[in-house]
């Protein structure tokens, strides 16, 4: 779905909320000075517009993001955006400016309704992720579908203020529960206080990595963090390196991981079973996520489409685990994940919450009838054969 396919279903799907009817209404005075007193400074682009797409207010973040249309073109529409002498590529939320004189600006965006008085308007606000996004297309101009890029980040990039509070994040969580859960608390509040004195140690010496290593006596974790500074921004790259050191080489890498979903492959992930089917990783978490009608999709629509749906759910699938939890994809629509030392509670909140997602996932995809069936159950102290329940519980 591109930028405008998104707009207009958003106004769609909330016409029976909006209350002004056919007409349109400006805010008032009072309206626009509070939230001009709000937003006016706010470093990240905001609008906030009507129905009929009418932009009613905007920082000034924002026109600083239309500064290389040539054209000049004065905006007073959201949907005068897709005449500036910029493409737009929309996918997964991040939305990149792509002009003409080679300039590329790229955001992840968020929508919100907004009250005021009786009336409702649409707000948009954009989080400027370019520096970010610069380096990892270094390489190729510009890619095709920027979810090639999103579903190459196989851990975790957070940016933060000078103050080390963070804005954004996105990827695999390490050393935390939850990647949502960080925005707007500082480093110290969501990282070991070891982690976040290496860190800060870096940032003194203007430093541009640093490797961070720590055991909790059964399991070793190794992270590579890279370091990009920006005027009120600093950005971190964080790889998980634990992996890596524990193989041989780069090709027993990549033979230990799918190339679509960057998942352990069926035989890694059967290793990876031998190494913790033992009481010290009790009570351990056994999960099957199988995709229920993706074969009749692929043969009706494409294999390459199937693909897309299968890594996207992948890549959800890697924003809620934790970095000690072992996913894997173990056949072509099928995942298995491994939680250790969790409880029947966590593992049972995991499986409402990729239930969910899968549902936004496949919500527009009619005719076809898509979704997951979840199964999932818990190796205990009480569990003779550990091996034989996580292989009766992935059947």
Do not use: W
Request: proline content about 2%; hydrophobic content about 35%.
């Amino acid at each position: 779905m591109n930028f405008r396919e998104t707009i207009d279903k958003l106004i769609r799907r909330n016409a029976h909320i909006i209350t002004v009817g056919k007409k349109k209404r400006n805010l008032s005075n009072s309206e626009t000075d509070l939230l001009m007193s709000f937003y006016n400074k706010d470093k990240d682009p905001v609008i906030f517009f009507d129905q009929f797409g009418k932009i009613t207010y905007n920082n000034d973040a924002f026109l600083i993001v239309l500064k290389n249309d040539k054209n000049k073109k004065e905006i007073t529409n959201v949907y005068d955006m897709f005449e500036i002498n910029a493409s737009l590529d929309y996918e997964d939320d991040l939305l990149t400016f792509n002009y003409e004189n080679g300039f590329i600006k790229s955001f992840r965006v968020k929508f919100a309704l907004a009250k005021f008085e009786k009336s409702y308007f649409f707000k948009m606000t954009l989080t400027d992720i370019s520096d970010f996004v610069k380096r990892e297309r270094a390489q190729t101009r510009k890619l095709n579908k920027v979810t090639t890029l999103l579903n190459a980040i196989e851990d975790m990039v957070f940016v933060t203020d000078h103050n080390l509070f963070i804005d954004y994040a996105i990827g695999k969580p390490l050393l935390t529960k939850s990647i949502t859960s960080l925005v707007k608390e500082n480093v110290y509040e969501v990282f070991p206080s070891t982690y976040c004195n290496e860190l800060k140690d870096t940032l003194s010496k203007g430093g541009s990595s640093f490797l961070y290593n720590n055991s909790d006596g059964r399991n070793k974790i190794s992270l590579e963090t890279k370091i990009s500074y920006g005027e009120n921004t600093y950005t971190f790259l964080v790889k998980d390196a634990s992996r890596l050191v524990s193989l041989s080489s780069g090709i027993n890498y990549l033979n230990s991981y799918d190339s679509l979903t960057g998942l352990f492959k069926k035989e890694a992930f059967d290793n990876k079973i031998q190494e913790i089917a033992n009481k010290s990783f009790l009570p351990l978490g056994i999960m099957k996520i199988k995709i229920m009608g993706i074969r009749e999709y692929n043969e009706k629509e494409s294999f390459e489409k199937g693909n897309q749906l299968i890594s996207i759910l992948s890549h959800k699938i890697r924003t809620l685990v934790t970095g000690f939890d072992i996913t894997s994809r173990v056949s072509g629509d099928t995942f298995g994940i491994l939680f250790p030392n969790t409880s029947k509670k966590f593992v049972a909140g995991f499986a409402k919450k990729i239930t969910s997602s899968s549902v936004e996932i496949f919500q527009d995809l009619e005719p076809y009838e898509l979704s997951i069936d979840v199964s999932y159950d818990i190796a205990d102290a009480k569990t003779e054969d550990i091996e034989k329940k996580i292989s009766e519980t992935l059947l």
